[in-house]
Structure formats: C-alpha cells, structure tokens
C-alpha cells in the first residue's frame, strides 16, 4: 500500500491560480496511474486529471485547458497547476494511485474559489 499525502489547496479568488501537490510514500515509479479527483458539496466525486505510468495525461471536461498534471518520479510526487479558476472548481482535491496492489487515495485538500 502506498500513502498519499496532498497539499497546495486553499482560497483563490475567481481566475487565480493554484498547485496541488500530491506525494507519495514510495517510488511511484510502477505506480500503473496516478491522478486527481474533486468531490464538490452534494455532489458526486469526478476525475479531474491523471497521468499514466507512460507519461500519458487525460483530462476531464472541466480541466481541459486550464488545468496541468504533472509527475516528479525522483519525488515521489504529482501536482495538478490549475489555472483561470473558477466558483464551480470549489471542491476537494483527492490524489489517487493505482498500482498491482490496488487503489488508494489521500485524505484530500479543500479548494475554495470565491471572492
């Protein structure tokens, strides 16, 4: 098993920016794909962005041109650069990982986008 460790969330005004950083407690390197999910209050959890171990990235609807993921393997980490951000991104951020052994996720960051 493998723990996840988020952080970067907080308040953004509408159109700031923020880096989620989410690391991990070992090499991520065989991790088979990595990547962010948001869960926004009432509402279902939705994948946001991830990257696999290829390096290849997909991205949801709401992410697409504004958001980044990237991966550091010598740090055992992956960020999500969000940009021109927006009410509706107000959520909480969870990074997850899946590898041979299964799925597991981090306890979350909470992205508030207000004015």
């Known amino acids: 098993q493998v723990q996840l460790v988020e952080s970067g969330g907080g308040l953004v005004q509408p159109g700031g920016s923020l880096r989620l950083s989410c690391a991990a407690s070992r090499s991520i390197f065989n991790m088979n794909i990595m990547g962010w999910y948001r869960q926004a209050p009432g509402k279902q959890r939705e994948p946001v962005a991830s990257?696999?171990?290829?390096?290849?990235?997909i991205y949801g609807d709401s992410a697409k041109g504004r958001f980044t993921i990237s991966r550091d393997i010598a740090k055992n980490t992956i960020s999500l650069q969000m940009n021109r951000l927006k009410p509706e991104d107000t959520a909480v951020y969870y990074c997850?990982?899946?590898?041979?052994?299964?799925?597991?996720w981090g306890q979350g960051t909470q992205v508030t986008v207000s004015s």
């Open positions: 990257i696999t171990s290829g390096g290849t990235t």
């Open positions: 997850n990982a899946r590898d041979s052994y299964g799925l597991n």
